[in-house]
């Protein structure tokens, strides 16, 4: 089956440091999402991608870039890591295409971020 | 831009009562809308969505919701909860041209026995 695979699912690192969470899907879709997930503030855009080669900066960019190389991964990359990134980071893709422009985002299990 | 406004963050509720978690959004020309449920440490799932077309949309797990476009609103409803339903939902809006999904603040839903 296909599926969306984010890893690691825990990770734990001292602030300033960097560090780089994995997405890797397998059903070929074009569009690729970073969400940040906080109590009381939903889910957040971060970074999106349309396509290989195609990056965008969402509402919560700073502190965070993306890549895109192929279809299938969009790595995350704190670089200098803060404490208020500390959070639950979910990957999400979805395909765009004619009438399926209107199709749902499907989400990774998501990896909770703890900087100290 | 598009917004998502969840008017109520937490719900609870007693087992085989209805429920209705509330969601309305900013005003556009055409949106889809969705509704995700997430569990406690898992991934969100998709429970139903609109697009266009009837204005009741029916989903898994027994909910449904209405679309009512002079009220900018998609309340998600289920006539009768289950305390397996106990998780968060989210309500969401992509707006058409845009791949974009915004998300509302969430409402965590609570079912006692």
């Known amino acids: 089956d296909a599926e969306i695979t984010q890893s690691p699912r825990h990770k734990i690192i001292e602030t300033g440091r960097q560090v780089t969470l994995a997405c890797h899907q397998t059903?070929?879709?074009?569009?690729m999402f970073w969400y940040r997930q906080d109590l009381g503030h939903g889910l957040r855009l971060i970074h999106y991608?349309?396509?290989?080669?195609?990056?965008n900066k969402g509402e919560v960019s700073d502190g965070y870039s993306v890549s895109r190389s192929n279809t299938e991964d969009l790595p995350l990359t704190l670089e200098s890591a803060a404490s208020s990134q500390t959070s639950v980071y979910f990957c999400?893709?979805?395909?765009?295409?004619?009438?399926?422009?209107?199709?749902?985002?499907?989400f990774g299990q998501g990896t909770r971020l703890t900087v100290v | 831009a598009q917004s998502v406004t969840q008017l109520d963050s937490q719900v609870p509720v007693f087992e085989e009562a209805p429920v209705e978690l509330r969601c309305n959004y900013s005003?556009?020309?055409?949106?889809?809308l969705f509704w995700y449920v997430q569990y406690p440490n898992q991934g969100l799932q998709l429970l139903l969505k609109?697009?266009?077309?009837?204005?009741l949309v029916k989903g898994i797990n027994g909910f449904e919701a209405e679309f009512n476009k002079s009220q900018t609103s998609f309340h998600l409803r289920k006539p009768s909860v289950h305390i397996s339903d106990t998780a968060e939902y989210f309500c969401?809006?992509?707006?058409?041209?845009?791949?974009?999904?915004?998300f509302g603040k969430g409402t965590k839903l609570t079912v006692n026995p």
């Open positions: 969401a809006v992509k707006q058409g041209g845009s791949e974009k999904l915004v």
């Open positions: 609109y697009l266009s077309g009837s204005t």
């Open positions: 999400a893709s979805s395909v765009t295409g004619g009438a399926s422009e209107r199709t749902e985002a499907f």
């Open positions: 991608s349309y396509g290989v080669h195609d990056t």
């Open positions: 059903w070929n879709h074009n569009n």
């Open positions: 005003s556009s020309v055409s949106v889809y």
